[in-house]
């Protein structure tokens, strides 16, 4: 499969699917009103589901990367999501290391290949290395901070907005205009203001961030000028995510935060669950939820990250036997994911989606209720 293909695929597969981090929230004193970004309202432990799915995804790294078997290339964008999800459930967990070396290795590979630049390939690491005590000035031998700023817009309508440098088209979006918010920040970058502002415009006044930028050339950067429709929640919750811990000393932030939240918080459907999507394949799955979910529980709005981890927990699998005996913890996209699974077990062309849902959707799970029943073992 050329380059291209594969990039293509990653991006389309990541706009259905979605992205993320787990930072507790910095505690503010004296604030007797509750915002959004003020965190969970109690310390979370990590519960049996959460480290169930944490153990499967350890045990999917290879030489501490995900590996793709259909395309046999190294995943580094799922590895990058599976390190924030472990993260988030174990912050000690000596996978990182392993995980840390490999991206370190695989730094061109994956966020500049030949002539081309991926800004949000770049803006991933330049936070996994802040976030993990590396130095995104050097990590594996880049620059990545000056690789991320030289793919930020400088000046006009665009300023602070990223984009690819490729032979093969810009597929830059919030997405990774999150990531490159906080990765800018994290590096203490003169830019991480201009990046945060840009993707405050991607936030239409009903509180939900569009994935999609307008056309470079638009004179209206703005999601209400271009008035766009409600989206899946999967980009609001990873802003919320990524960012919850940046807004306690940014209140243009934090007001941003707060309305995305109230937007996810209206778009949970009555079973505790999330859709995610376009057009007609906007369907109720554990990524949505999963992102949703662990938004919901940073930011303290406990019924409903508890409605939403029951809704996921019922997607992951528990001890089975045959073609999953070894895939306990691991979650499904959905429940036809899991029927499917227990037919002919997680093969070459379906073990993708399987890590990017698990990786996605496990920090939702420490939000796990007592009692939460995981999937019924399917049938062969």
Known sequence: MSTHSLRSARVLTTAVLALALGLTACARENDDERSAHDGPSHASEPTEAALAGAA????????????????????????????????????????????????????????SPGEDVYAGSTAKLVSFAADTGADPHAFGGEDLVAQLEERTADDGATAGRIGDQSQYGDYANSFGQAWAVRGLALADSEEAEAARDFLLQQQCAEGFIRLYFAEPKDADQTCDGAGAAPEPVDTTALAYVLLHDLAADDPVLAEALDRGIAYITSQQAADGSFSGGSGTAVVPNSNSTGLAGWALHLAGEDDAAAQAATWVRARQLGQCEGPLAEDAGAIGFDAAAVTAAGRRGLTKKTEYQWRLATAQALPALLATPEGAAEAPCPTS
């Open 56 to 111: 499967w995804l350890e045990g999917e790294l290879r030489d501490g990367v995900l590996f793709n078997r259909q395309y046999k290339i190294p995943d580094h964008s799922t590895t990058v999501e599976l390190a924030y999800a472990l993260m988030a459930v174990d912050e000690d967990s000596a996978a990182i290391e392993e995980i840390s070396r490999a991206l370190a290795d695989g730094v061109d590979a994956y966020a």
